[in-house]
């Protein structure tokens, strides 16, 4: 079985502080993506990479940024967190074009 | 643009029941469509999909989706409900250009009733 797994199941910050949300899966995909939830709004994409040290925008990079450094990494960086990041962020990895993404369980960031 | 809908913000079914949760999408092309479940504090899982072939789809957990052109639909469906079913359910359609893109639905919760 795939597994992604997200470093931090909760996570409170302040605002204006740099935050890192770490992901790791475990299949050596070569597609990753970060997630954000909100209610009533399904998931949006903030970014992917599709291999090391590659990476393309998604609907909502504003504020975000990523690190692919090896394969099976993929690191959102909040640069100077404000209180409208508050949200669940879930990571996911892909093989293949026609194939499902596998989820991690998702880290519920609180900025206060 | 591309994107799907579902309908319904919440289901309720007795337990026993056939369900149903509804999906529509807008793809200018043949879609790439997606049924995930998610239980509470958990990530998604995937349950089924629908690439090309038979518009019926078999999944996971007895699920099963019917993919229909005409109605441009693809409601998941399952013929009797557990209580253990109850969760959050989106559907999502692969972008016909970007194969790296999905578009989600805002998501319906399933409430099962014993």
């Known amino acids: 079985d795939v597994k992604v797994t997200q470093s931090s199941r909760y996570l409170v910050k302040r605002t204006g502080e740099k935050v890192f949300l770490e992901c790791v899966q475990d299949m050596d995909h070569e597609n990753m993506f970060w997630y954000r939830q909100d209610p009533g709004l399904g998931l949006r994409l903030i970014y992917f990479?599709?291999?090391?040290?590659?990476?393309e925008k998604g609907d909502i990079p504003e504020g975000y940024s990523v690190s692919r450094e090896k394969k099976e990494r993929f690191s959102l960086i909040l640069e100077s967190a404000s209180t409208n990041q508050t949200s669940m962020y879930l990571c996911?990895?892909?093989?293949?074009?026609?194939?499902?993404?596998?989820f991690g369980d998702g880290t519920r960031l609180s900025i206060l | 643009a591309q994107s799907v809908a579902q309908p319904e913000d919440q289901v309720n079914v007795a337990e026993g029941n056939p369900l149903t949760v509804k999906c529509t999408y807008s793809v200018s092309g043949n879609p790439y469509l997606f049924w995930y479940v998610q239980y509470p504090n958990r990530g998604l899982q995937f349950l089924l999909k629908?690439?090309?072939?038979?518009?019926l789809v078999k999944g996971s957990y007895g699920f099963e989706a019917e993919f229909n052109k005409s109605q441009t639909s693809f409601h998941l469906k399952k013929p009797s409900a557990l209580v253990s079913d109850s969760a959050l359910y989106f559907c999502?359609?692969?972008?016909?250009?970007?194969?790296?893109?999905?578009?989600f639905g805002s998501g319906t919760k399933l409430n099962v009733k014993p």
């Open positions: 996911a990895s892909r093989q293949g074009s026609n194939q499902p993404q596998h």
């Open positions: 999502a359609v692969r972008d016909i250009a970007d194969f790296n893109k999905f578009y």
């Open positions: 990479s599709y291999d090391v040290k590659m990476k």
């Open positions: 629908y690439i090309t072939g038979d518009n």
